[in-house]
Each structure stands twice: as structure tokens, then as C-alpha cells.
């Protein structure tokens, strides 16, 4: 089977909503399509879909950002591929996406953060050639 990688169109907002509660979101379809418009509008993020025909099957949100402590990186701020699509490649493919994006941009990190029980992903991301760092927790304030 063939798969490939197009950046977003807004009509992918359902799907990528659908996707997104695999890794423990539940956003509306609605606050969604608003995230793509929004991040679409700036040049240093990109979204990306993996897809299977027209059926969108993975996305991943990949931008720069810049740390007064560590500089200039890009970092894959989403990535997921449908469960019953895992372990053929795509999460691969959307990484090597990511690369080339922060490639032509002129980055020459690519970060990303992943749930502490997420074992499989994590076992995935150093196949893939990322090295751990660090261990963090993620702190929240409703303002």
C-alpha cells in the first residue's frame, strides 16, 4: 500500500480532531479547523497528513521556536498515526517530513516531547534516531 504526506487542507479538521483523541485530546472539529487556520497563517509551522488514497490517516505539527536558554530548534509539537495504521512506516515518513521542513528552514535541531506513558512512542521516536534528554512535567493555569 502507498502512502503519502501533503501539507493540511482545511477539510482534514474532522479527521485530525478524530485522531487527536488517540493521544488524549478531545478537540471539536470546529476548534480544530480554527487551529489549522491559524497555524497556517505563520511560515515557521507546518502541518502535515499522512495519507492512504484520500483517507488522511496520521498528521503532525512541526514549528521553530526559539529558547533564550537553548536557541533556535524546531520541534514536532503533534505527530500521530491511526492505530490500525501503526508499525507500516508512516510515522517514519512524517518524520522525514519533519526533517526536511526544519532542513529547509535552516534548523538543524528537531525536538519533540512525548507523554511519559506513551512506551511504544517512545521506543519509535529512538528507532528513529532521537535521543532522550530529559524528563519534564508539564505544568497548567486556567487565566
Known sequence: MQYTIRKVKPEDAVIIADLSVQLGYNPSA???ASYIREISKNS???????????????????????RLESGIFAEIGGLVVHEHF????????????????SRNNKITTL?????????????FYKRSGFVEVKEQKVFKMDI
Not at 515557521?44 to 526559539?66: C, D, K, L, Q, R
Not at 506513551?118 to 521506543?123: I, L, P, V
Request: net charge positive; glycine share 10%.
Open 30 to 32: 470546529e476548534d480544530t
Open 44 to 66: 515557521n509551522e507546518v502541518i502535515y497528513v499522512a495519507v492512504s488514497g484520500p483517507v488522511v490517516i496520521g498528521w503532525m505539527h512541526v514549528f521553530i521556536t526559539t
Open 86 to 101: 501503526r508499525g507500516k512506516g508512516i510515522g517514519k515518513l512524517l518524520i522525514e517530513k519533519a526533517i526536511e521542513w
Open 111 to 123: 525536538r519533540l516531547r512525548s507523554n511519559i506513558k506513551r512506551h511504544e512512542a517512545h521506543q
